[in-house]
């Protein structure tokens, strides 16, 4: 078992970085950092290319369908096959993937391609690419810190993740015009070798064997779909498992009003048709505040009884929803939205804290598949709700109404859920079969 690495840097209320003292967390995170920014361009690249291409937002948006079902599939496949192979190799192979799928685009964006179905086949293999490596990764997490620097471990990683979805867009905007799409898909390319080294440096990653799991499939069952479908079982049987994606599920449908943005800031605020400042205001909100209780990640992570946080959190963002919906001046709507930002970074890192620690190994793969489908499929039928809501009461009331739905769906599950309130990872069951991988 690996001892919790001591840095009196982590100490106080400043970005908590007392797991980067673990030799395999530091090298991914760092090389996670590299890729963040210079392996974000075709984010912004990609679409820009086709409504370039076809002067059509349409195709824009099948583009999106195209990843999103991509996504969904390789998050719950690799998730089984990451609960019966070597998940190192599988991080490996996803990252060449993924590597391999930008150096494509570089190539038919320098031959001059200016096809759709290629560049649509190339949009599927990066959905496929990305979904193995946030559901691998989400199962690999556990096995290289100890349990209670989980929630600082994935305070870290989301702080990258954010900071790299807020500078690789706006850098992708002030490059384009300077070096081209084509570039922008070599510079994703040529960042993804320091995570390619940083994973090869792993040691095996065998899943673990828990007596405590469902069994492999029956005579004349697929696989693969007996695999998937074992892993949901799993999910069913645990009570806080499940009250941790109810949460989630909540704060993310009913309070995640995105969609609304353009009708908020043109209606409500005064901004002009098609986008402006308030718009862009509205939108940068949420992420300052996540950033910035990113870097005070300190202030949380040491806490103890992490279900009461995660749900404290998940309900106070739903009345900083609310104060969004009511908010008559635009200061006001932005302030809420930071502290949004912020009340929703806390509910993200305990979610993915808590489940990682819940879960068996034998099982991570798979239950870090449904948690990835859920944070892919969450803020889309947010937006379907909200949209249509706002089509029949108006954003405002529509707004409102999914703040006050998050705040009294999560009291009720917390009450209906008593174990929710009272975990605490400390005082949770240790299999010495997951003690965590410490690689120098």
């Known amino acids: 078992m690996t001892r919790a690495p001591t840095l009196k840097a982590g100490r106080g209320i400043i970005v908590d970085r007392r797991p980067l003292g673990v030799g395999a967390f530091r090298r991914l995170w760092v090389a996670s950092a590299v890729c963040a920014v210079g392996g974000s361009f075709s984010l912004a690249a990609i679409p820009t290319q086709l409504f ?5 937002s349409a195709a824009v948006g099948a583009s999106a369908v195209v ?25 490996l192979a996803a990252h060449c993937g993924l590597t ?24 599927a293999c990066q959905g496929l690419t990305f979904g193995s490596i946030m559901t691998t990764m989400g199962a690999v997490l556990p096995r290289l810190v100890p349990v209670d620097l989980l929630p600082a471990a994935n305070g870290l990683s989301s702080l990258v993740r954010y900071a790299g979805s807020i500078l690789g867009p706006v850098l992708a905007g002030l490059l384009i015009p300077l070096v081209g799409l084509g570039t922008l898909y070599l510079f994703d390319a040529l960042a993804l070798p320091a995570v390619v080294w940083a994973v090869a440096k792993l040691p095996r990653l065998e899943p673990a064997r828990a007596p405590n799991v469902p069994a492999g499939p029956h005579r004349g069952d697929h696989p693969a779909l007996a695999q998937i479908l074992a892993g949901f079982r799993y999910l069913a049987a645990s009570r806080l498992l499940v009250a941790v994606l109810a949460v989630d599920l909540s704060a993310m449908v009913f309070g995640m009003p995105v969609a609304l943005f353009p009708e908020l800031a043109q209606r409500t605020y005064g901004g002009p048709s098609g986008g402006g400042p308030a718009l862009g205001l509205l939108y940068a909100a949420y992420p300052a505040g996540v950033f910035a ?8 992570t040491r806490a103890r009884r992490q279900g009461a946080l995660m749900a404290a959190a998940a309900a106070a963002w739903g009345i900083t929803v609310v104060v969004l919906g009511v908010a008559a001046q635009l200061w006001i709507a932005l302030t ?8 929703n970074f806390v509910l993200s890192t305990f979610r993915n804290a808590i489940s990682q620690a819940l879960t068996d190994d034998a099982m991570r ?8 489908v859920v944070l892919i499929g969450g803020p889309q039928l947010a937006n379907l709700l909200h949209g249509t809501t706002a089509s029949l009461l108006g954003p405002r009331t529509a707004i409102c109404a999914g703040g006050l739905l998050t705040t009294v769906a999560v ?3 917390a009450w209906r859920v008593p174990e929710l309130r009272s975990y605490s990872m400390s005082t949770s069951d240790r299999d010495p079969d997951h003690s965590p991988e410490n690689p120098r």
């Open 411 to 413: 009291a009720a599950i």
């Open 336 to 343: 809420a939205l930071v502290l949004g930002g912020a009340v």
């Open 293 to 300: 209780i990113g870097l005070l990640s300190g202030t949380f």
């Open 365 to 372: 793969g798979r239950i870090q598949g449904a948690l990835t």
């Open 52 to 56: 370039t291409m076809t002067g059509s």
């Open 100 to 123: 391999v799928t930008y150096a494509a685009l570089w190539a038919q964006s320098v031959l001059d391609a200016r096809s759709v179905p290629i560049l649509m086949m190339l949009v």
């Open 67 to 91: 990843s999103f079902v991509a996504l969904v599939v390789a998050a719950l496949g690799t998730g089984a096959l990451a609960d019966v192979r070597d998940r190192r190799t599988i991080l």
